[in-house]
């Protein structure tokens, strides 16, 4: 499109209206064809985050059991292209600029060399195993969690779980009396009360998130109407038809 507009169009296009009286620039001209890469830079590259630093993790290390197949492959769309369900999340992730990218789970897919894979220390714990995990290597003082069964979450949600979040004190959504604790943010001290309760046998994420808030580990957030839809997960294939 930027091709068919005239000289002055494109000058106010790439620098704004204050520039379009000086000398109109010429297509011929170095300066013009400067201006227009850093204009396609600025389109393609990540703007950087200004949230608090945090990491990111994903939760992929279920068995899919009532699914029947592996969930993470689970075709989505994404920016209308399909995707598989656990690479959406990670674009989710990814949008909001952390300072690392971690996976829960095995090493068994293609993942991108940007990610790291931890896996889980304590096996067959569900997704409190994931959270300990992570927790335990993540090199930020908070570290937000999704999980891969969570198609419909957006960007600007996890970025407002964030910014409700302080170092030493995360966040986990609640939609009425249930929370929502795997679309949550965690300080990095929740790890002694995630790896105690697996100890004591208890494998309950929601009893984990209420220890959490009863130490003041973490704030619950009230889940709006509209936003309550974010939090309908794929954990059958009924799921998956709705």
Not at 1 to 28: D, E
Not at 204 to 211: M, W
């Amino acid at each position: 499109m930027l091709l068919f507009l005239s000289n002055t169009q494109l000058v106010t296009t790439l620098c704004g209206p204050g520039l379009v009286r000086a000398p109109t620039l010429s297509l011929l001209a170095p300066g013009f064809w400067l201006l227009f890469i850093c204009y396609l830079l600025s389109a393609i590259l990540p703007v950087p985050s200004t949230l608090t630093p945090f990491s990111a993790a994903l939760l992929a290390g279920g068995h899919s059991r009532r699914m029947g197949r592996d969930k993470r492959l689970l075709v989505v769309d994404w920016e209308r292209e399909p995707v598989p369900l656990w690479r959406r999340q990670l674009n989710v992730l990814r949008r909001l600029a952390p300072a690392e990218l971690l996976i829960s789970g095995l090493p068994d897919l293609d993942y991108p060399l940007d990610v790291t894979v931890v896996p889980d220390k304590i096996e067959d714990a569900g997704p409190l195993a994931g959270i300990a995990s992570c927790l335990e290597v993540a090199q930020s003082r908070l570290v937000l969690v999704l999980a891969v069964d969570l198609p419909h979450i957006t960007p600007d949600y996890l970025a407002s779980l964030v910014q409700a979040a302080a170092p030493g004190r995360g966040v986990v959504p609640a939609i009425e009396h249930e929370l929502e604790p795997v679309a949550a943010v965690y300080p990095v001290e929740a790890v002694r009360t995630a790896f105690a309760c697996m100890q004591r046998g208890e494998r309950s994420v929601q009893a984990f998130a209420r220890r959490l808030v009863q130490n003041g580990l973490v704030n619950i957030r009230p889940v709006t109407a509209g936003e309550a839809g974010l939090f309908r997960n794929w954990n059958s294939p009924q799921d998956v038809g709705e």
